[in-house]
């Protein structure tokens, strides 16, 4: 069960391994881009290529879980798939079902890991396999794998990372299934924290009586989705990457070349998309805004 392109690693690794899929779950086809036409998740398009089973319900209702009851499975793989899974549909795996997600569990349940540990400023975070249960992301620990989260990352970036990482351990989980019939497992330490979707409002940049930093790891932890952004002169720009010059700054606040005057620096721009336009460099932006 998954649906986004970071389901796409785990996918890859288990239909070339000695491990077979059965049966895939996605997310409904939605329509996109300016066109509105329907577009199927990734994960959707990778089993149609495969010719293998797909299911794409709005919801996991009992008429869907009834149906999903006639493949008799072993083993029920989840990730990032998009929606709770019931009780019922859990306990149909005659093995186990397993979760792969991207955080230091427990913390950051949730829909948005990886962003809110990048938000948090986090210089490191892991990639777990963990059994699932009926409360969100709070079952034992099978397998992880300490994940470094470089100046550099962004959402984008270290999902890739964590997918690539999480696809391997998902492997080593199932051929610890094949071999052994059981896997261990180590119950969550610690206080849970959870980690909510992110939001387009939550993406505005407007408080700039902050550390550069907590500006910067904003910016880092909403590209490529939602893209934080400013708003000058009724128009709205989406800064994808910037960097911070520590100075003394004597007023607080956006500049009108779009660098912003903080608590204890300069943030210049690096990636900039104005809005209706494309991503581009800041110094070409700039060259652009003069002609």
Do not use: W
Not at 36 to 44: E, F, G, K, P, S
């Amino acid at each position: 069960m998954g649906s986004p392109a970071f389901a796409l690693p785990s996918f890859q690794r288990i239909l070339a391994s000695s491990h077979q899929i059965i049966a895939c779950v996605s997310q409904p086809a939605r329509p996109k881009n300016r066109g509105h036409q329907l577009v199927d998740t990734a994960i959707a398009k990778a089993a149609k290529a495969a010719q293998i089973p797909l299911f794409t319900p709005n919801a996991l209702n009992q008429e869907v879980i009834a149906e999903l009851a006639k493949i008799e499975f072993e083993v029920l793989v989840v990730v990032a798939y998009g929606l709770i899974i019931p009780k019922r549909l859990l306990e149909l795996a005659k093995l186990v079902a397993l979760n792969l997600h991207p955080s230091a569990l427990p913390r950051f349940r949730g829909a948005a890991p990886l962003e809110r540990s990048l938000e948090a400023g986090d210089k490191e975070t892991k990639v777990m396999i963990i059994k699932m249960v009926e409360a969100l992301d709070a079952g034992p620990i099978a397998l992880s794998e300490r994940l470094k989260i470089e100046p550099a990352d962004t959402a984008a970036s270290l999902s890739q990372k964590a997918s690539i990482i999480g696809a391997d351990l998902l492997l080593t989980a199932l051929d610890q299934l094949a071999q052994a019939g059981q896997l261990v497992f180590t119950p969550q330490q610690g206080k849970a924290s959870y980690a909510k979707k992110i939001t387009k409002s939550e993406a505005l940049l407007d408080d700039f009586n902050q550390p550069g930093e907590v500006i910067i790891n904003k910016i880092r932890a909403f590209n490529p989705r939602p893209g934080a952004y400013l708003i000058f002169n009724q128009l709205r720009y989406k800064i994808l990457a910037a960097k911070l010059v520590k100075q003394k700054t004597t007023k607080l606040g956006l500049n009108p070349d779009l660098t912003i005057n903080c608590r204890d620096g300069v943030i210049i721009p690096q990636i900039i998309q104005r809005q209706g336009g494309k991503a581009m460099a800041y110094e070409i932006f700039k060259k652009r805004q003069k002609s």
